[in-house]
């Protein structure tokens, strides 16, 4: 049927969400964004991807290719859309599961329904009760790593939250590859849970 009259070989964006391991919306995205090379058929101009193409995009994020088992959760707590998304895209992109909101509320209410093996989490922002979201993390989800994301004079909140337990610090702007290499350790962190 219609799959004849697209081509042997290309796949739609469900099935290409499942081959890498990712959400059919991140797809789109690097679709868009000319990360991942698609073409489009058919009179509505449907996404198809090549399974070449697709196996190619893993190659270069170094990612192993899985299909199933334990998916890594991870929780970005962020005021800023853009940074939400960008970290959202780098997570995804290394395999896992992300949750992103933008307030302490948000990330209180993700942490009571569900584990998290790392969470981001900007400190400095108008909702002043970001400290009770490392609070939680201690208290209910311990083990979870937690990268706490500074700019440039947040020192003092910073050291305040030494105080509630160990973190990660990532100082803004932050590099694709630093993000990435503290998304892979917790690898092996939730392997010893």
Not at 137 to 150: C, F, K, L
Not at 171 to 183: A, L, M, N, Y
């Amino acid at each position: 049927m219609s799959g004849s009259s697209i081509g042997p070989g290309l796949v739609g964006v469900r099935e290409a969400a499942e081959l890498l391991g990712v959400h059919s919306n991140t797809v789109r995205r690097w679709s868009s964004r000319g990360l991942l090379k698609s073409y489009r058929v058919g009179p509505r101009g449907d996404r198809r991807f090549r399974q070449e193409d697709l196996e190619a995009f893993l190659d270069s994020l170094g990612q192993p290719r899985t299909n199933g088992g334990t998916e890594r959760r991870v929780l970005i707590v962020d005021g800023d859309t853009s940074t939400r998304q960008r970290l959202s895209d780098i997570a995804e992109a290394r395999g896992c599961e992300a949750v992103a909101v933008e307030d302490a509320a948000g990330a209180l209410e993700e942490l009571r329904s569900g584990r998290y093996d790392l969470v981001f989490l900007d400190l400095v922002a108008r909702d002043v009760s970001r400290l009770d979201v490392l609070r939680a993390v201690e208290a209910e989800n311990g083990g979870t790593v937690v990268a706490v994301i500074v700019g440039e004079g947040d020192t003092p909140i910073a050291l305040q939250a030494t105080s509630i337990g160990p973190m990660i610090f990532v100082h803004r702007p932050f590099e694709t590859r630093h993000i990435s290499k503290i998304i892979d350790s917790i690898e092996g962190s939730r392997s010893r849970n």
